[in-house]
């Protein structure tokens, strides 16, 4: 017992003081920081050279320790002349020795030789990054956002060529970390393109873990959409060939704070739903294209709502009220779709493929439930999905005219997702016979046949007094 408790803490150990061998050298690494969404995505295309003496085929990709629970995606790729090749990517240890530096290992197609060289990209996403400076505001006043990250290369590799872009916010500045400091003079960058610029830094080398800390202010008159929890049921009926969807959501905005009570005069006198503004006042839903939608509702914790409308392949949803920043409201959409637009059947088996988010527009999700509820009879074999989900739970439910088992429910809990995760696909394989199909028939006429007949005895009987 003892021994197998030192092991761990010894293993607990090597995990936490992991570090990747300096086997690499970053020749070129050009970074792209774009704050132009309610999340913050970043853009590493990387030259890496392979300056140990043996082939290697892995690469260690460094972030913050601190963003590691905000990363919602993370997708790498071997970038070549054709076509660029999606690499096997996975979170591996926690820290570096220093507790700077998380890292996913990135598995090459082939080992590369030394004095090789190969080229990467790494785009991921992360959330609950922006935050709103001062946290309150008076109505039509410009809101602030800040943001705080790494301004060198986080990379457990030394780096000879390294350029940061912060893209899509042409009033971005730094700013001092803490109030009374003064902004770093070291790698000052410019404002070229409607972008902030640092580098292109040639002469410089970054030692391995190198961190020269980053903070932004920028001006941004758009609001920070968050959905706190989203309940998808897709419901599966074969006999009416329809695939009903409804989705309710528990919708916020992070934006900054009314500094006073709401004054509906106030608003519709400043004409600011023209304007924009962090105040939501229309939430957008992307159908899927080019798929047959039809009995579209919109309600609330109210009732009805009314105010709705497609435009091209969109829904445009208008709530009874503005949202401002820290504001919630609760509401429920849902339509019908086509089910042969969904299932493939091979022999017996049933392959529904949908999508993991159809997804407001510029918007995060702290907890996503997708379920599956399968016609009564139908046997479930398997789901795969695109991304980790935190648990599966399968269960029968029952729901009008269910006579046996009920329907089987599947249900995937998803945390910390992005709207730009709505193309993936869920898949769930499940098995539905032709018998399956006519059980609940056959049964039903069972047992309209039976009350058939004791309707016939009880006429038969006689009740009359003598």
Known sequence: MKLSLWLLAVGITLCQAFTPSSDWENKKYDKTLDLTKSYVKEKHIIEAVNVGSEPQDAYFFGIPSD??????LLISTLQSQSQPTILETEPVVENSEDGFLSYYKITLPYPVAPKSSFSLQVTYA???????????????EKQTLYYQGVKTPASPYDTTSYRLRVIGLANAKEVPLSPGEDVSEEYQGRVENESLVY??????????????????????????PH??????????????????????????????KLAKGFSRVDWMSGRYSMKPNPAIVAIQIPLTPHISTKDVYYTDLVGNVSTSAF??????????????????????VGWNHELKDFVREVED?????????????DVTYEKVELSFLLP??????????????????????????????????ITLTFSNLVDEMKNLKVVVIYKYTVLDQFKKVFIL????????????GFTKLDFSLK
């Open 199 to 224: 580098g292109p830094f040639k002469s410089t080398v970054f030692k391995k873990f190198s961190s020269i800390p980053l903070a932004l202010a920028f001006e941004k008159q758009a609001p920070l």
């Open 445 to 456: 006429a069972g047992y309209f046949f039976i009350a058939l007949l004791a309707v016939f």
């Open 349 to 361: 088996k049933h392959v529904l493929a949908v999508p993991l988010l159809n997804g407001i527009n």
């Open 311 to 332: 435009i091209k392949n969109d829904l445009i949803l208008k709530p009874r009220f503005p949202i401002f920043g820290d504001w919630n409201y609760n509401f429920t």
């Open 376 to 409: 009564e009879g139908a046997t479930f074999l398997d789901v795969q999905s695109p991304v980790n989900y935190d648990s599966l739970d399968v269960a029968p439910e029952f729901s009008y005219f269910d006579l046996a088992s009920g329907h089987t429910r």
């Open 126 to 140: 992360y959330t609950d990054s922006l935050t709103p400076i001062p946290q309150t505001a008076e109505l039509g």
């Open 67 to 72: 963003l590691r629970p905000k990363v919602a």
């Open 227 to 256: 959905v706190y929890n989203l309940k998808r049921d897709y419901w599966v009926s074969h006999w009416s060939d329809s695939l009903s969807l409804e989705e309710h959501y528990q919708f916020s905005n992070k934006a900054v």
